[in-house]
């Protein structure tokens, strides 16, 4: 293990986890794995107005199911927990105390009225509502405007309060990103951010520096929507540890949709999955569909993952996990935003499918079918119908309607496409080729479909003209594999049982 490697995936359990969340655990993951480092997951559960209850166990099945095992986290342990931000309340504290000890942070004591008020105050054409920043800092109830007994009565009373940055009214703030080089940014259009909430609960800003710090990671990934909040942390890291203790950050180039950034809605209205698995928000019964359910590979899914903002720099599209982690550099991560075709998604899908070890790809059918209420008991026999029409299946949800109906008889056949050319001679044909099948001892597709030629040639039948109506007959419709390796599969009884049925059904 390399201990100066170490990296975490961060969520807040505020709902389903969205292919941005999973690329961003993929590349923190194989970043780690790369460097033979370690992989982090830490719960920033600590605004309460969002939490969700099930999130956080929805999270852990998505890395779960996709394979990608943090080395620490809550379920996990490890040396630097606790990992759930919620439990580590009273560091947190300690650190805002430092902040305002040290003249880089406040207490502010503005009401929620006050605060309207300022907004509403001070707005322009251009600014529709005024930030609390340096500009109006001066003109608010905190430890800076106020006296020193004044607050400290305040704090004794225990009169509601924040501790807010007070950030430095022109400054120019910079780090090195390891995919988008030298970024610099302005303070003076940055405003003075919550740290410590007003129920003791340390904002996102406090808590990810010290945390970061505490747990001694050493890079961060993270998604591009986090860069405006660099600033922030930069100074704190000074403020706090020193500049140079700072991990390596890397912001990770945004999922684009159909039109600009990936959403919930560009799912729905497409009809493709943003999510990980399946959410059920809690609130409004509202239901997402998750690449797992939809049909989905964890192979396929990290290896398409992989692949929205990075390449190894060749034309190679198919890497396994193993081999990802084998090449995976961040000198590759581009900075550009990386668009989403649920085309290529399916794509990779179908290759991993026929690529996948076949007793891997039973179980997950098996599953599958269990999922429609129909169990399957013979594995050969599965294994069989796998090889037939797995070529066929772009998702493991195609499995079972395409090949259902070798399991049991179709309820439903296609009449509509034969009966218009449906006639007498093609009766007589199927009724002699029934006493022949009777009769037949080698039953294996060749042998049958031979048998088949050659009486269409006796009958002076187009072969062509008579496939059709078979292929009704056996598999119900106009789709599915070979029809003759469909006979060879479904048995000689069987076979013979759903010709004489759809004749029945033909000529009535
Ligand atoms: N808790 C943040 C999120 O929900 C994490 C951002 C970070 O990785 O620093 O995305």
Same mark, same amino acid.
């Given at each position: ?36 480092? *370690? ?46 931000? =919620?439990? /580590?309340?009273?560091?947190? !504290? ?24 300022? +907004? ?16 109006? /800092?001066?003109?608010?109830?905190? =430890? ?11 704090? !004794?009373?225990? /009169? ?8 430095? @009214? ?67 890291? @000074? ?76 034309? *190679? ?21 990386? !668009? ?13 499918? *026929? /690529? ?46 395409? =090949? ?26 199927? %009724? ?13 597709? %060749? ?14 039948? *187009? ?7 078979? +292929? ?19 048995? @000689? ?16």
């Amino acid at each position: 293990m390399n201990d100066s490697v170490r990296v975490r995936f961060a969520p807040s359990p505020t709902g389903g986890l969205h292919l941005g969340g999973v690329r961003t655990v993929l590349f923190n993951y194989l970043f780690a794995k790369h460097n033979n480092g *370690k992989f982090i997951v830490r719960i920033e559960d600590t605004d309460q107005s969002r939490y969700v209850p099930e999130a956080e166990e929805y999270i852990f099945n998505c890395l779960n199911w996709v394979g990608l095992q943090p080395d620490e986290s809550p379920i996990h342990g490890g040396d630097y927990g606790p990992y759930r931000q =919620s439990e /580590r309340k009273e560091i947190y !504290k300690k650190y805002a105390e430092q902040l305002v000890r040290d003249g880089f942070a406040y207490y502010a004591f503005d009401t929620q009225e006050e605060l309207e008020k300022m +907004r509403q105050d001070f707005k322009t054409t251009h600014n529709h509502s005024q930030q609390y920043d340096h500009s109006v /800092r001066m003109k608010m109830k905190n =430890s800076i405007t106020c006296s020193t007994e004044e607050v400290n009565t305040w704090l !004794k009373e225990g /009169r509601s309060h924040v501790v807010r940055i007070k950030m430095p @009214k022109h400054e120019n703030v910079s780090f090195k990103d390891m995919i988008r080089g030298e970024v610099h940014f302005d303070t003076s259009v940055v405003d003075d951010k919550v740290l410590l909430k007003a129920d003791g609960m340390p904002t996102y800003h406090l808590a990810v520096v010290v945390d970061d710090y505490l747990m001694k990671i050493s890079h961060v990934f993270r998604g591009e929507e986090w860069l405006p909040s660099a600033p922030v942390h930069i100074l704190l890291w @000074k403020y706090l540890f020193g500049i140079d203790a700072m991990p390596q950050w890397a912001h990770l180039p945004l999922i684009l949709g159909p039109v600009g950034k990936l959403s919930k809605r560009d799912g729905a209205k497409h009809g493709f999955p943003v999510f990980a698995m399946n959410w059920t928000d809690k609130n409004n019964s509202e239901k997402t569909e998750g690449f797992k359910e939809k049909g989905f590979l964890p192979e396929a899914f990290i290896n398409f993952l992989a692949l929205l903002g990075w390449n190894d720099g060749t034309e *190679k599209e198919l890497f396994s996990k193993q081999e990802l982690i084998q090449n995976f550099s961040i000198d590759r991560v581009h900075a550009a935003g990386a !668009k989403f075709d649920y085309e290529k998604a399916k794509w990779f899908n179908h290759e991993w499918i *026929k /690529r996948l070890e076949l007793i891997e790809l039973k179980s997950k059918v098996k599953d599958f079918f269990s999922a429609q209420q129909f169990e399957i008991n013979d594995s050969t026999f599965l294994e069989k119908v796998i090889e037939l029409v797995k070529d066929r299946c772009t998702l493991l949800t195609d499995f079972y309607p395409q =090949s259902i109906f070798l399991f049991e008889t179709p309820t439903q056949l296609d009449i509509a496409s034969i009966q218009p050319k449906w006639d007498n001679k093609k009766n007589i044909f199927f %009724t002699e080729w029934i006493l022949q099948l009777t009769e037949m001892i080698n039953w294996d597709a %060749t042998y049958i479909e031979e048998n088949f030629k050659a009486l269409t040639n006796l009958h002076n039948i *187009k072969t062509g003209d008579l496939l059709l109506p078979l +292929r009704i007959m056996l598999v119900g419709g106009k789709f599915g594999p070979p029809v003759f390796q469909v006979a060879a599969l479904i048995e @000689k009884k069987e076979t013979i049982k759903r010709i004489e049925n759809a004749l029945k059904l033909f000529n009535s």
